[in-house]
């Protein structure tokens, strides 16, 4: 292998990588906030490249009939939990009244921009902010419906629940979009060579998005009342119970939150590689083997974890290509084994 070889599995690999960390962070908050293994990450990496693609070719996006049927759902099971309760306490008016604003004023109005508005020909950022508009309010409905009712269980139950939910969505996004995979338009079709090497914009777009996706997490746990009510929620849920800090929140803004960094994924990747209703999966299995490097617990270990499941996938393409994946996710082994064997063991609370 020559150098210009070399560089250019590199560039790959790094590209590869920003998008995985993106997921390994979004995999590690929904976990440290809530317990839950993030399954259906997967699902949202495909209905977000989706979206953009079809709002790219003048068609209308299916993905806000999903939006308009689970709003309508989580105010169903909103209402008739005030109702239920209705016994201990008198039903909350205004909850009720905001809970039927987010889950079925805002679908509606996304429904009217999809229809009004000729999104063909608006700007590829407005686009991507649009389909983001449809898929962080969709993830804080799935764990308002699917989750928050069993925040207490088991982590054993929340994952056959998140297994359920993958499966679900799965259905739904071949129903909705249909077998065919789509691309999206390129960022940028800017390239530069440095030395032997073709250094591609498209490669250097994900990989500022990323960075300024890491770093606007940074400043927003670090800074942020939100952010820190997360962490807090991330470190002792009783122990924020206790001081105020409501976990139901702070489990559909870590949803949230997933869901778009999981769309913003699928749109990167999306003008590189044909997307699919079912692409996502395994990409996010890849996040996830870069969240597991991190412990599931630290972000900045897990984005290192990400660089290295990319370097890895990349130059195992050149090497080994029919064995890519298999060597990839082989990864977890070993670095389960040094974690098991160099960390104490106690009750899971």
């Known amino acids: 292998m020559d150098m210009g070889v070399f560089a250019v599995l590199a560039q790959d690999g790094i590209t590869n990588g920003a998008v995985y960390a993106l997921l390994a962070m979004a995999l590690v908050l929904v976990f440290s906030v809530t317990r839950v293994i993030f399954l259906p990450q997967g699902e949202f990496i495909g209905y977000g490249a989706l979206t953009v693609a079809a709002l790219q ?10 939006l308009m049927a689970v709003g309508a759902l989580t105010f169903c099971v909103e209402l008739g939990t005030a109702l239920y309760n209705k016994r201990y306490k008198p039903v909350p008016k205004l909850h009720l009244m905001w809970s039927a604003i987010e889950n079925l004023a805002y679908p509606a109005l996304i429904w009217v921009l999809a229809r009004s508005i000729g999104w063909q020909d608006m700007p590829m950022a407005a686009q991507i902010a649009f389909a983001l508009a449809m898929t962080i309010p969709l993830g804080i409905m799935i764990y308002r419906v699917a989750f928050q009712p069993m925040a207490e269980a088991s982590v054993l139950v929340l994952l056959i629940v998140a297994v359920g939910v993958h499966f679900a969505m799965l259905g739904l996004g071949l129903f909705i979009f249909g077998p065919e995979g789509s691309t999206t338009r390129s960022f940028t079709e800017w390239s530069t060579e440095i030395g032997a090497m073709l250094v591609s914009g498209q490669s250097l777009v994900v990989i500022a998005v990323s960075l300024v996706m890491i770093g606007a997490l940074y400043v927003f746990f670090d800074r942020s009342l939100y952010g820190k009510a997360l962490r807090a929620t991330a470190v002792n849920r009783k122990g924020a119970q206790l001081v105020g800090i409501g976990t139901s929140q702070a489990g559909r803004m870590a949803f949230g939150l997933a869901a ?11 003008p590189l590689n044909t997307v699919g209703y079912d692409t996502g999966f395994v990409v996010a299995l890849k996040g996830f083997v870069a969240a597991i490097v991190g412990g599931l617990a630290s972000y900045p270990l897990a984005a290192a974890g990400a660089a290295l499941v990319g370097l890895l996938e990349s130059y195992s393409s050149f090497w080994a290509s029919a064995y890519k994946e298999v060597i990839v996710f082989t990864l977890i082994i070993p670095v389960l084994a040094w974690r098991s064997l160099t960390s104490g063991h106690g009750d899971e609370e």
């Not at 070719?57 to 999903?66: H, I, T």
């Not at 778009?260 to 999306?270: D, E, F, K, W, Y």
Request: proline share 5%.
């Open 260 to 270: 778009g960094l999981g769309s913003l994924a699928g749109v990167l990747i999306a």
């Open 57 to 66: 070719s003048g068609q209308y996006p299916r993905l806000v009939s999903l």
